[in-house]
């Protein structure tokens, strides 16, 4: 059976993690829809789940669950995901995003007969994307 994981920012669907599910008031059974084959329909689809997130690229693995369509499907009335579409700034960094890491200083010391190193660890809370120095 594969595993299904929905690509709309901020839902955080998963089938290999059925106890988690959240499952909204107008879906009577969670499911996992695939992108439309047909271009224009799949450039309606991308257009909306692609809203916020920088370089959004679509795969033929990428689904998206029942939560984010009006009777939980694609239907004839309603065949584009509209519901609970996040639209997040990319460009921003998360601010959970923080980690310690442990900053190294290797201090020399030298006198005219003898050769001494030791090594000195502080711990810094820095951005993941940022290295400290």
Known sequence: MPNYRCCVAGCNNDSRYADKLLKRSQVTELKFHYFPKDSEKRHQWVNQVGKG???FTVSDN???????????????????????????????????????LKKLNLIVESDSNSFSTSLAIESETCDKSIQCN
């Open 62 to 100: 990428k689904v998206v669950c029942s939560n984010h369509f009006e009777f939980g499907k694609p239907t004839f009335a309603s065949p584009i995901p509209t519901l609970y579409l996040n639209i997040r700034n990319a460009y921003k960094e998360s601010p959970t995003k923080r980690r310690k």
């Open 53 to 55: 997130l920088l370089n």
